[in-house]
């Protein structure tokens, strides 16, 4: 029996985080990484499997130098702090192993570092290696040569993660996206051929996130609906799993602008309590949206931009959505164009990054060629290794700095917000189910459970915002929603939830604004944001 420990490195703030509002929900994170709980389920039952993640916890480095192994698995942007891990871990003497996405894309970085690495999935590479390890003949590399096949894969170990520690849970459902979006890792990593679970063993899973209190289950897909009709189907049985528990989850998901065009699959996300999708709209410039190959989202017979953003919302289901500056097309007029388009998308939660190039993508190859590709230090200086074609380094670097506090002052994202809950009058698909007729104690508790979590989430606002004018902010629009809106308890808890959210975004982008002056170099807040757009990534890598 092998003693193994896996590990998940802290991650920059960023985005995704929210690490500056978790306070303000009781939590210490948003989410674990779903790689964490199927490395464990991977690895026979004779081994003993202890799981950590730095996002939650702190490192006991004495305890790693007790293990037979210590796994680590990461993006690039923890490479930092993965590769301290790794050499804390070496010092001691300690068999240590890399995986993951920045393994797969990176993996020259980390040679040298780890004992052995992990290239792509690594379903079957990983029992493969344990099984190699314990006879004696284990490689210094392993790279698994064709896709998963997703329905063999087991039950994660949901019971191994301290999940009182984290407000959502982590679900996969598919790997792989049709589409050949040029900045995008997930066809090199995961194929453009989607493949999913089947029902049963998503069933499952939901029902572990149940028995654990996860009420918030984050469906970690990079596109949900690569394959609609098979997706059709589990969503089918997702509606009845949750109708016949009185709906005791809320998801949400990442999903392509085409989810806009099926009227069928709007319904079926709505009422299997979707209440929340990211979409990569990218940017309102249609020329860089043909140029970086999203030619999903440019399609005239099925309507604007906009037009599609406001079909979903019209279907129950409020919209995240990932924004990028510094494409080819792209001049400095940009940066005022992107808050008026979110402003009228009414978009409140938008990811807005720096181009970035990945290894092994085909940007960064058509970059490296044309001679486009920052250094390691004038990465560190501008946020991105892509040299703009249509502005400066320092007109990117300066004017993304400016898109985000822009878009993030307090008048500028509560109108977003304000338009489509007040103004639009925005409803989620569940609640508007003639379901709940039949239902009418469920109802009631569910009723009275986010009137007492509106109050919670508010009163922890208001008492632990020390500054005076966000405070005091809040608190308008708080009142301002409950006045309004009082009968729809469900719209003023997601509503708190939101004015929480803001306080994250508002510290992120006066992080932003610090940068040094003498040197004009990006500060790591900035980094992390313009980076962080897949910071759920669920590679199974150990």
């Known amino acids: 029996m092998a003693d193994i420990v896996i590990i998940n490195p802290r991650f920059d703030i960023s985005f995704w985080g929210l690490e500056h509002c978790m306070p303000l929900f009781g939590k210490r994170a948003n989410l674990p990484v779903a790689c964490l709980t199927l490395l464990a389920a991977l690895a026979p039952d004779h081994h003993d499997v202890t799981l950590i993640d730095e996002n939650v916890e702190d490192i006991d480095f004495d305890r790693l130098g007790r293990a037979d192994l210590v796994c680590l698995t990461g993006m690039s942007i923890q490479g930092r702090r993965l590769i301290e891990i790794l050499e804390e871990v070496k010092s001691r003497g300690v068999m240590a192993i890399v995986g993951g996405p920045m393994a797969t894309v990176e993996p020259e970085v980390l040679e040298g570092l780890a004992d052995v690495i992990f290239v792509g999935e690594a379903d079957e590479t990983w029992p493969q290696f344990l099984s190699d390890w314990e006879r004696g003949c284990h490689k210094s590399r392993y790279e698994q040569q064709h896709k998963t096949d997703v329905t063999k894969l087991p039950l994660p170990r949901i019971d191994l993660l301290k999940t009182n520690r984290y407000m959502f849970g982590s679900l996969q459902i598919s790997r792989g996206c049709p589409f050949t979006c040029e900045f995008c890792d997930i066809i090199v990593t995961f194929g453009r051929r989607p493949r999913l679970k089947a029902s049963e063993q998503v069933l499952a899973e939901l029902e572990s996130f149940l028995q654990a209190g996860l009420k918030i289950v984050f469906v970690v897909d ?26 005791p989850l809320t998801l949400f998901t990442e999903a392509s602008l085409d989810l806009a065009e099926d009227e069928e699959l709007m319904e079926l996300m709505g ?41 979903v919302q019209k279907h129950g289901i409020d919209v995240w959505c990932g924004m990028i500056v510094g494409f080819d097309h792209d001049e400095p007029s940009i940066f005022k164009v992107m808050p008026n388009f979110l402003a009228d998308a009414r978009i409140s939660a938008a990811l807005i990054g720096m181009l970035h190039a990945i290894p092994t993508t085909p940007l960064y190859d058509r970059l490296k060629q044309a001679g486009r590709l920052n250094d390691d230090e004038a990465s560190e200086r501008y946020g991105t290794n892509v040299i703009p074609l249509g502005m400066s380094r320092e007109q990117l670097r300066d004017g993304f700095v400016d898109v985000m506090q822009s878009a993030y002052t307090p008048d500028a994202y509560f109108e977003r917000l304000d338009s489509l809950f007040i103004d639009d009058n925005f409803k989620f698909t569940m609640h508007q189910l003639p379901y709940w007729a039949s239902q009418r104690v469920a109802w009631a508790k569910r009723c009275l459970l986010n009137y007492v979590r509106f109050g919670v989430v508010a009163s922890r606002l208001l008492s632990m915002v020390k500054d005076e004018g966000l405070r005091s902010r809040y608190k308008q629009q708080l009142v301002r929603m409950a006045r ?59």
């Open 271 to 311: 009422l299997a309590n979707f209440q929340s999708v990211f979409i990569g709209i990218e940017t309102p410039n249609e020329d860089s949206l043909r140029e970086t190959k999203k030619h999903q989202n440019v399609r005239p017979n099925a309507g604007t931009l906009l037009e599609r953003v406001h079909r």
């Open 222 to 247: 990079d596109n949900l609906i690569g394959n609609k009709k098979a997706i059709k189907t589990v969503l089918r049985d997702i509606v009845q799993w949750q109708q016949e528990r009185a709906y």
């Open 484 to 542: 309004l809106r009082w009968r729809e308890p469900h719209i003023l808890f997601v509503y708190a939830i939101k004015v929480a959210m803001h306080y994250h975004y508002a510290a992120l982008t006066h992080a932003m604004a610090q940068r040094d002056e003498s040197s004009g170099a990006m500060p790591d807040a900035g980094r992390s944001f313009s980076r962080a757009k897949r910071r759920v990534r669920v590679q199974a890598a150990a």
